[in-house]
């Protein structure tokens, strides 16, 4: 069966320092995976995708994502933290196999940025 | 270019009754997914459409029905409303058709459902 971990309820981090929030999943087939972002009372906004090609994939606001096949991972990184990255993140993954084409996703992350 | 719409934003109702949410997709976009997020929790999938017609599914019972109209827009229906329905129901759009269907879903901000 599909799966998404978020093993991290929150994460804190001071303005500057670089962040992680983490991911791991679980699939029969080939994963595409994606981070979504979602600000107090909004809906989700698209961070950035993995489906094939270069296991380090960039995408907005300065956030890049590393896919990890052996690992099942797929870790958020940002180089310097800003505090108006604090929000809700949001990994979530497509097993392709079966003409599948529902996501699944974790529960989500709770980024705190102190200034 | 308008994003993702939904309607109404906020709604209470009481156990027992119906309620009718609506979604106007992306400009270009042609398929539609619903959403409930309760509280503290991740988006969980009702069911998706395409062409008019209920494409996939999720686990939710047969009290949750949709519709896609020919201009895309789509309504999630809940009849028999129970006090567990209360939640953030999100109407997500993307392009299916020309090799879409690997884009990434937009998301509308959402239509918060109380059920007193």
């Given at each position: 069966?599909?799966?998404?971990?978020?093993?991290?309820?929150?994460?804190?981090?001071?303005?500057?320092?670089?962040?992680?929030?983490?991911?791991?999943?679980?699939?029969?087939?080939?994963?595409?995976?994606?981070?979504?972002?979602?600000?107090?009372?909004?809906?989700?906004?698209?961070?950035?995708?993995?489906?094939?090609?270069?296991?380090?994939?960039?995408?907005?606001?300065?956030?890049?994502?590393?896919?990890?096949?052996?690992?099942?991972?797929?870790?958020?990184?940002?180089?310097?933290?800003?505090?108006?990255?604090?929000?809700?993140?949001?990994?979530?993954?497509?097993?392709?196999?079966?003409?599948?084409?529902?996501?699944?996703?974790?529960?989500?992350?709770?980024?705190?940025?102190?200034? | 270019?308008?994003?993702?719409?939904?309607?109404?934003?906020?709604?209470?109702?009481?156990?027992?009754?119906?309620?009718?949410?609506?979604?106007?997709?992306?400009?270009?976009?042609?398929?539609?997914?619903?959403?409930?997020?309760?509280?503290?929790?991740?988006?969980?999938?009702?069911?998706?459409?395409?062409?008019?017609?209920?494409?996939?599914?999720?686990?939710?019972?047969?009290?949750?029905?949709?519709?896609?109209y020919p201009n895309?827009s789509?309504?999630?229906?809940?009849?028999?409303?129970?006090?567990?329905?209360?939640?953030?129901?999100?109407?997500?759009?993307?392009?299916?058709?020309?090799?879409?269907?690997?884009?990434?879903?937009?998301?509308?901000?959402?239509?918060?459902?109380?059920?007193?």
């Open positions: 069966a599909q799966s998404v971990a978020q093993p991290e309820d929150q994460v804190n981090v001071a303005e500057g320092n670089p962040l992680t929030v983490k991911c791991t999943y679980s699939v029969s087939g080939n994963p595409y995976l994606f981070w979504y972002v979602q600000y107090p009372n909004r809906g989700l906004q698209f961070l950035l995708k993995y489906i094939t090609g270069d296991n380090l994939v960039k995408g907005s606001y300065g956030f890049e994502a590393e896919f990890n096949k052996s690992q099942t991972s797929f870790h958020l990184k940002k180089p310097s933290a800003l505090v108006s990255d604090s929000a809700l993140y949001f990994c979530a993954v497509r097993d392709v196999a079966g003409n599948n084409r529902k996501l699944i996703w974790g529960l989500g992350t709770s980024l705190a940025v102190n200034p | 270019d308008a994003g993702v719409t939904q309607s109404p934003t906020h709604l209470i109702k009481t156990r027992g009754q119906q309620v009718t949410l609506r979604c106007s997709p992306k400009s270009g976009h042609d398929t539609v997914s619903w959403y409930q997020q309760a509280l503290g929790q991740g988006p969980q999938f009702i069911f998706q459409y395409y062409e008019e017609e209920e494409r996939q599914r999720g686990n939710f019972p047969d009290r949750f029905s949709g519709h896609q895309y789509s309504e999630l229906n809940v009849n028999a409303l129970l006090l567990g329905d209360s939640a953030l129901y999100l109407c997500a759009s993307q392009q299916s058709s020309g090799g879409g269907e690997n884009q990434p879903q937009h998301f509308g901000d959402g239509t918060r459902l109380s059920i007193l």
